[in-house]
């Protein structure tokens, strides 16, 4: 029971009410009593002296026959007893023999000369407390009823005041344990202008904040994930690009340096230097070459797009073709453009090397007598640019993995038909910096590569 009061604010407030309001009322009572019977007494002391003074003037009329009649009277009214004294005798109005001494109250002495005698009479009054007595036993008698109504009434208006200031306490109380919880969906929305409807007001802003504040923390836990799942599939891209590298590099590094020894060595048919020299410096050059589209790729991805300009797209391609029709020749190719003339943001050094590779794998990789098409167009708002080849096509599980470093369809990195396998993964790179969106399709006889040459941001 202790227990379970220690742990209610109502029931602590309760008792707490009950035992303030019951102590204050019995006090007040006490109080009315003793103030009440002291009253009492002083304005019936007051009053009997009054009379006492009438009585004592109205005497002196009457013949000493007639003054005993009034002097009965007297003390009939105003619950007193009296004596005359005289030449005559003594003479006691009254029941003073039933009255006892604590019964007494007020007494007055006066001389009295009656109308018919000259002879002098003491008359001696005084005040019976059985008044007094009447109104202490009847206070005496109440008393147990108010108290009972004191309790009673003070048991109710402590409920219902521990009911009325205790709920709003408990709502906070309720909304104070849910934010414990890390529940912030419900607020307390108090129109109360007093502490309670502060702490109120206090509450629902703080419980405001710390749900922003913590929808911005796990907003921000997953954006650090994402960047770290990003960053872990970085590393990985980086690592297997490092591999990738060493293995391109080491195995070209190998054959020259057996070639060579071989040479130096004067080993079989290697001491015919005209022979395996040119070999030597073609495999220097396709080394050569890949180092430098390594170090381009390093350079993009350190300095980012460079210097845009405003380019016409029908002139880049002009460029372009002009650097292939030697080789578009030797293959009969049959060269169909469909360009309509506009002008990109570009980075011209970048997108020339974008628009090299994509053409440059259009006509290697194209048999003898295809077709290779370049359009320039509108659409949708849009400008779009598409190289097509014939004669070729991809196979659908290997479209997703062209983009990746030292990806060639043929497994076996015949440099012969996949190159170095960067091409690709430069065009990629270069395009991302412009943020334009691409993508290539195959079917069973061409290959369809497909710029938006706009960045996403302006759409």
């Given at each position: 029971m202790k227990k379970k009061i220690?742990?209610?604010?109502?029931?602590?407030?309760?008792?707490?009410?009950?035992?303030?309001?019951?102590g204050i009322s019995l006090c007040i009572l006490v109080v009315v009593n003793v103030a009440?019977?002291?009253?009492?007494?002083?304005?019936s002391n007051n009053r009997f002296g009054e009379n006492s003074n009438e009585?004592?003037?109205?005497?002196?009329?009457?013949?000493?026959?007639?003054?005993?009649?009034?002097?009965?009277?007297?003390?009939?009214?105003?619950?007193?007893?009296?004596?005359?004294?005289?030449?005559?005798?003594?003479?006691?109005?009254?029941?003073?023999?039933s009255s006892d001494q604590d019964a007494v109250g007020t007494s007055y002495a006066y001389d009295i000369k009656f109308k018919d005698s000259n002879n002098r009479y003491a008359l001696y009054?005084?005040?019976?407390?059985?008044?007094?007595?009447?109104?202490?036993?009847?206070?005496?008698?109440?008393?147990?009823?108010?108290?009972?109504?004191?309790?009673?009434?003070?048991?109710?208006?402590?409920?219902?005041?521990?009911?009325?200031?205790?709920?709003?306490?408990?709502?906070?109380?309720?909304?104070?344990?849910?934010?414990?919880?890390?529940?912030?969906?419900?607020s307390i929305q108090s129109n109360r202008s007093d502490e309670i409807g502060i702490l109120a007001n206090s509450l629902d802003a703080m419980s405001t904040k710390l749900d922003?504040?913590?929808?911005?923390?796990?907003?921000?836990?997953?954006?650090?994930?994402?960047d770290m799942n990003v960053m872990s599939?970085?590393?990985e891209q980086r690592k297997d690009f490092f591999t990738a590298v060493s293995h391109e590099l080491k195995t070209p590094i190998t054959i020259l340096k057996g070639q060579v020894e071989s040479m130096m060595m004067g080993i079989g048919d290697y001491t015919n230097h005209e022979k395996y020299l040119p070999q030597i410096m073609h495999e220097i050059e396709n080394v050569e070459y890949l180092v430098q589209e390594l170090l381009m790729i390093s350079k993009l991805e350190t300095i980012g797009v460079g210097t845009i300009e405003q380019r016409s797209i029908k002139e880049l391609i002009s460029q372009s073709v002009k650097e292939f029709q030697p080789l578009i020749d030797e293959k009969e190719l049959q060269l169909?453009?469909?360009?309509?003339?506009?002008?990109?943001?570009?980075?011209?050094?970048?997108?020339?090397?974008?628009?090299?590779?994509?053409?440059?794998?259009?006509?290697?990789?194209?048999?003898?007598?295809?077709?290779?098409?370049?359009?320039?167009?509108?659409?949708?708002?849009?400008?779009?640019?598409?190289i097509k080849n014939t004669g070729i096509s991809i196979p659908k599980e290997s479209l997703s993995s062209l983009f990746e470093p030292f990806y060639r369809i043929d497994q076996s990195r015949n440099k012969n038909l996949g190159g170095n396998g960067l091409g690709l993964y430069i065009v990629k790179v270069i395009l991302k910096l412009h943020e334009m969106q691409y993508k290539i399709q195959s079917d069973k006889n061409s290959v369809k590569f497909t710029i938006i040459l706009e960045p996403t941001s302006q759409k």
């Open positions: 220690k742990s209610s604010l109502s029931a602590k407030l309760f008792l707490f009410l009950v035992a303030l309001l019951v009440v019977l002291n009253n009492y007494k002083e304005v009585l004592y003037e109205r005497l002196s009329k009457y013949n000493y026959e007639d003054a005993k009649e009034i002097i009965t009277d007297f003390c009939i009214q105003n619950n007193a007893v009296a004596q005359l004294s005289g030449e005559d005798g003594e003479l006691t109005f009254g029941n003073l023999e009054v005084m005040s019976l407390n059985v008044g007094e007595s009447d109104l202490e036993t009847a206070m005496k008698n109440l008393t147990p009823i108010i108290i009972g109504g004191i309790i009673l009434i003070s048991l109710l208006a402590a409920y219902v005041y521990t009911k009325t200031m205790v709920k709003p306490i408990k709502n906070v109380s309720g909304i104070a344990q849910k934010m414990s919880e890390l529940d912030f969906s419900q922003t504040a913590l929808n911005e923390l796990e907003i921000a836990n997953k954006n650090l994930k994402q599939t970085m590393n169909i453009m469909s360009e309509q003339d506009f002008t990109i943001d570009v980075n011209t050094n970048l997108f020339n090397k974008v628009l090299h590779n994509l053409l440059g794998n259009a006509v290697r990789y194209s048999p003898k007598k295809e077709i290779i098409t370049i359009a320039s167009y509108q659409k949708n708002n849009q400008k779009v640019l598409s």
